[in-house]
């Protein structure tokens, strides 16, 4: 991708989070932003829901496993691991979030290598919501719910377009899903 880059002539990007949890090289994906950012390129970052994770914004569990189940339960004060589900759909109350357990690895072992620069990147330049210019945004997930909505097929885009976030919006861009799609 970095190849490619420099072969492209562009001088504006935004993109759209999950910089850190996905891959071997959390500090160099973001030293290369930050290259392309010195090199003249103005840059916009949406926050995804790992790069949230990554600097505590909230937390990966995998409440499969028992000692973690009753970390959280205590920690959250939760009677059931209905209720920590629960928790995490309500954007006002979530802090944990219910993830495979390979998960949950990746982003601990993501946190235990990144640099203090990479740590200030995420905590300082990401944002939920971009507007890129009048009636064009971008979001990691949703504008209903920016960093953990999946819109995965027609009746989820739908509920999202007939949702107030929407307003004045006619083109959004998102990445969650990991697969490229029009609605």
Same mark, same amino acid.
């Given at each position: 991708?970095?190849?490619? /880059?420099?072969?492209?002539?562009?001088?504006?990007?935004?993109?759209?989070?999950?910089?850190?949890?996905?891959?071997?090289?959390? $500090?160099?994906?973001?030293?290369?932003? /930050?290259?392309?950012?010195?090199?003249?390129?103005?840059?916009?970052?949406?926050?995804? $829901?790992?790069?949230?994770?990554?600097?505590?914004?909230? @937390?990966?569990?995998?409440?499969? #496993?028992?000692?973690? /189940?009753?970390?959280?339960? @205590?920690?959250?004060?939760?009677? !059931?691991?209905?209720?920590?589900?629960?928790?995490?759909? #309500?954007?006002?109350?979530? %802090?944990?979030?219910?993830? %495979?357990?390979?998960?949950? &690895?990746?982003? #601990?072992?993501?946190?235990?290598?990144?640099?203090?620069?990479?740590?200030?990147? /995420?905590?300082?330049?990401?944002?939920?919501?971009?507007?890129?210019?009048?009636?064009?945004? !971008?979001?990691?997930?949703?504008?209903?719910?920016?960093?953990? &909505?999946?819109?995965?097929?027609?009746?989820?885009?739908?509920?999202?377009?007939? !949702? #107030?976030?929407?307003? $004045?919006?006619?083109?959004?861009?998102?990445?969650?899903?990991?697969?490229?799609?029009?609605?």
């Amino acid at each position: 991708v970095a190849e490619r /880059l420099k072969e492209e002539e562009f001088d504006r990007a935004y993109c759209l989070g999950d910089y850190v949890g996905y891959g071997p090289n959390p $500090n160099e994906t973001i030293e290369l932003l /930050l290259a392309m950012e010195e090199g003249g390129i103005e840059m916009r970052h949406n926050i995804g $829901n790992h790069d949230a994770a990554a600097i505590g914004v909230c @937390e990966f569990v995998n409440i499969r #496993n028992q000692q973690t /189940l009753a970390r959280v339960m @205590e920690e959250g004060e939760f009677a !059931s691991q209905l209720e920590i589900i629960q928790a995490y759909k #309500n954007q006002e109350t979530r %802090k944990y979030i219910p993830v %495979k357990a390979d998960a949950e &690895e990746t982003i #601990n072992w993501t946190v235990e290598r990144m640099t203090d620069t990479t740590r200030e990147f /995420l905590s300082t330049r990401l944002e939920e919501r971009i507007e890129i210019m009048e009636g064009v945004i !971008s979001v990691h997930a949703s504008p209903r719910d920016v960093s953990f &909505e999946y819109i995965r097929d027609d009746q989820s885009a739908l509920k999202v377009f007939e !949702s #107030n976030t929407m307003d $004045n919006v006619k083109i959004c861009f998102h990445a969650h899903t990991h697969f490229p799609v029009v609605w």
